[in-house]
Nanobody
Framework: VQLQASGGGLVQAGGSLRLSCAAS????????MGWFRQAPGKEREFVAA????????YYADSVKGRFTISRDNNKNTAYLEMNSLKPEDTAVYYC?????????????????WGQGTLVTVSS
């Protein structure tokens, strides 16, 4: 599956953004979808995941209660709703997909990646 992330931008602390990840192909529902982020000078880190089966979602502790991952299999799109944004949320955000994936928190769990979208949170 090919993935394209969008929706990044500049927002003030406390604000909100919604990222989208559009997928090509007819098998989107078979993919566990994840969001990762990479801040300047730091390693890529897990943000959230939505499992392909069962509807389970998982979050990094740093975003729990502020971010929500969702998906619309009819639209082949995954979303990341980000609220109460903080300057430390500034990063390039990547969406990723793992077909029939049963693991979610490591980048190596995913075989498909979008190009990334930049989120900048000003203080």
């Amino acid at each position: 599956v090919q993935l394209q992330a969008s929706g990044g931008g500049l927002v003030q602390a406390g604000g909100s953004l919604r990222l989208s990840c559009a997928a090509s192909g007819p098998t989107f529902s078979q993919y566990t979808m994840g969001w990762f982020r990479q801040a300047p000078g730091k390693e890529r880190e897990f943000v959230a995941a939505f499992m392909w089966a069962g509807g389970m979602t998982y979050y990094a502790d740093s975003v729990k209660g502020r971010f929500t991952i969702s998906r619309d299999n009819n639209k082949n799109t995954a979303y990341l709703e980000m609220n109460s944004l903080k300057p430390e949320d500034t990063a390039v955000y990547y969406c990723a997909g793992a077909r029939y994936g049963n693991s979610w928190s490591h980048a190596s769990d995913y075989e498909s990646w979008g190009q990334g979208t930049l989120v900048t949170v000003s203080s």
